[in-house]
């Protein structure tokens, strides 16, 4: 069964370090990852994707992600946190029965709830 | 730039009752999506739409109807209102492939 989990509920993190939000995946073929934010009140807004190529994708806010095919991972990272990023994060994978609708059904993680702090 | 616009915001319900969430989108996707999401488990897709007049369940479609009669509006239906449908309610479009989903700003509903 394709599954997508993010095993950190929190990540806490010091203003201007370096911070990562975790998820592995699992599901067979190519995957089509995703991360999404959520602040609160809001709905969920797109940073970035992996469908195919380089194994580093840069996203919005500075965000980028490193696809990792061997420990089938995709980790969110960002070399310097900030206060205001401080929100919900989802990672998701694309279902592979939709590939052939061509839409895009998408598998969530529970979300990691990244704070940090000044 | 409205994007995908859901109504209301916030509504409280009682058992037994029924309501129609509103979602309507501006970027002429053809692919909605109805989602809810509750704490600590993500987001559980409810009925999706590949274009007007195609819906499909998801992974929780019990106790909701959807219809697709343009490609603007998804409207979703709760016809009796049970408290475990307590939850936030998020709506999305996409124009397909590999494309990301655009979210609403959630329907936040309650029954008691």
């Known amino acids: 069964a394709q599954s997508v989990a993010q095993p950190e509920d929190q990540v806490n993190v010091a203003e201007g370090n370096p911070l990562t939000v975790k998820c592995t995946y699992s599901?067979?073929?190519?995957?089509?990852l995703f991360w999404y934010v959520q602040y609160p009140n809001r709905g969920l807004q797109f940073l970035l994707k992996?469908?195919?190529?380089?194994?580093l994708v840069k996203g919005s806010y500075g965000f980028e992600a490193e696809f990792n095919k061997s420990q089938t991972s995709f980790h969110l990272k960002k070399p310097s946190a900030l206060v205001s990023d401080s929100a919900l994060y989802f990672c998701a994978v694309r279902d592979i029965g939709s590939f052939s609708g061509g839409y895009n059904k998408l598998i969530f993680g529970a979300g990691t709830r990244l704070a940090v702090h000044p | 730039n409205a994007g995908v616009t859901q109504t209301p915001k916030f509504r409280i319900l009682k058992i037994g009752q029924s309501m129609t969430l509103q979602c309507t989108q501006d970027m002429n996707h053809n692919y909605m999506y109805w989602y809810r999401q509750d704490p600590g488990m993500g987001l559980k897709l409810i009925y999706y739409s590949v274009g007007a007049g195609i819906t499909d369940k998801g992974e929780v479609p019990n106790g909701y109807n959807v219809s697709r009669s343009t490609t603007e509006d998804f409207p979703l239906r709760l016809e009796l209102a049970a408290p475990s449908q307590t939850s936030v309610y998020f709506c999305a479009s996409s124009p397909g492939g590999g494309e990301p989903q655009h979210f609403g700003d959630g329907t936040r509903l309650s029954i008691l």
């Open positions: 992996y469908i195919t190529g380089d194994n």
């Open positions: 599901v067979s073929g190519n995957p089509y």
